[in-house]
Nanobody, 124 residues
Framework: QVQLVESGGGLVQAGGSLRLSCAAS????????MGWFRQAPGKEREFVAG????????YYADSVKGRFAISRDNAKNTVSLQMNSLKPEDTAVYYC?????????????????WGQGTQVTVSS
């Protein structure tokens, strides 16, 4: 059974940093694209960052570009999201997602597996 488990969420002041981690189990995702999405109250789930399975090619939503960094450790079957210069508008539940393909974009339907989410709250 495939599982994605996020950790690292919490409460932080504006301007602060958090690092989210996602541990995958049940299969290896070293050749699969992985991503982070988020959903704020009353809003639709949105793409945050993605990383290809074939190499360290990353891509970001414009709203987080230059502040967030996605990375992966294939030996540990994990993906992380370093979030710096956090803003109140970054407050959301953050979800880790894994694709069945080595390249996936920014649409939710491109990802087959999802974690349960971790809450990130940024106070002003």
């Amino acid at each position: 059974q495939v599982q994605l488990v996020e950790s690292g969420g919490g409460l932080v002041q504006a301007g602060g940093s958090l690092r989210l981690s996602c541990a995958a189990s049940g299969r290896t995702f070293s050749r699969n694209a992985m991503g982070w999405f988020r959903q704020a109250p009353g809003k639709e789930r949105e793409f945050v960052a993605g990383i290809r399975g074939s190499g360290p090619i990353t891509y970001y939503a414009d709203s987080v570009k230059g502040r967030f960094a996605i990375s992966r450790d294939n030996a540990k079957n994990t993906v992380s999201l370093q979030m710096n210069s956090l803003k109140p508008e970054d407050t959301a539940v953050y979800y880790c997602a894994a694709s069945e393909r080595p390249i996936s974009g920014s649409y939710s339907h491109e990802y087959a597996y999802w974690g349960q989410g971790t809450q990130v709250t940024v106070s002003s």
